[in-house]
């Protein structure tokens, strides 16, 4: 079983909608997780950490459910610019990170 | 905005030769980590260097990969031969100084091409 699991993707959806990304992750030791967007060619960038209580920055929400070892992410009213891969990332106790193979998201006008 | 930077941004090597890759992490950032992605594929941890040693690493760091930091700002990952499979987008990562749920930074990455 891979460590860190998501949806395939792709996603193609128009501008203006809602997507929603899941990931789930294997070991129940996990202690930190994280969304990063990458960009074709480029490195991964953090767009946010996720936490128990879910999170919310602008138009991106992360919740985390560690019984159901499940992270998720939901971009509401999509930009051209959200278009990227996003990867779930988990982290252990000394902060090693294992990244899931990404979902790639493409918004169209 | 302070970041990480990697040099060089592409190197083309021949298999069996030895390459070195070279990171200048955020001044006050005391976690380092190289990771791997070969083109297509997921980001690959493989290793993790604090307080000067080794604090984890992957199957993929075998003995033919070494890290040091040299000077006290430079971080580098060395492949001693590299193989054809060497080759990948080579990216280092930094994180702040308080260890938990510190977020890691990433430079830029090096294109490593062997021949």
């Known amino acids: 079983r891979k460590e860190v699991e998501q949806d395939p993707g792709p996603f193609n959806v128009p501008e203006g909608a809602t997507v929603a990304f899941n990931c789930t992750y294997s070991n129940s030791a996990s202690q930190s997780f994280f969304w990063y967007r990458q960009d074709c060619r480029k490195e991964p960038k953090l767009l946010m950490s996720?936490?128990?209580s879910g999170n919310e920055d602008g138009r991106f929400t992360a919740q985390l459910n560690r019984a159901s070892q499940y992270i998720s992410l939901l971009i509401r009213d999509s930009k051209l610019s959200d278009s990227a891969t996003y990867l779930c990332?988990?982290?252990?106790?000394?902060?090693?990170?294992?990244f899931g193979a990404g979902t790639r998201l493409t918004v169209k006008p | 905005e302070p970041e990480v930077t990697q040099t060089p941004s592409h190197q083309v090597t021949q298999m069996g030769q030895e390459v070195i890759l070279r990171c200048v992490p955020i001044s006050n950032h005391l976690y380092f980590y190289w990771y791997r992605q070969i083109l297509g594929q997921k980001v690959e941890f493989l290793v993790s260097?604090?307080?000067?040693?080794?604090?984890?690493k992957s199957e993929i760091f075998d003995d033919q990969f070494s890290v040091e930091r040299p000077d006290g700002s430079n971080f580098t990952l060395k492949i001693r031969s590299t193989k054809l499979e060497d080759s990948a987008m080579y990216f280092c990562a930094t994180q702040g100084p308080t260890r938990g749920r510190g977020e890691q930074y990433f430079g830029p990455g090096t294109r490593l091409t062997v021949t």
């Open positions: 990332v988990v982290g252990y106790n000394n902060n090693d990170m294992r």
């Open positions: 260097f604090y307080n000067n040693e080794i604090s984890e």
């Open positions: 996720v936490y128990s």
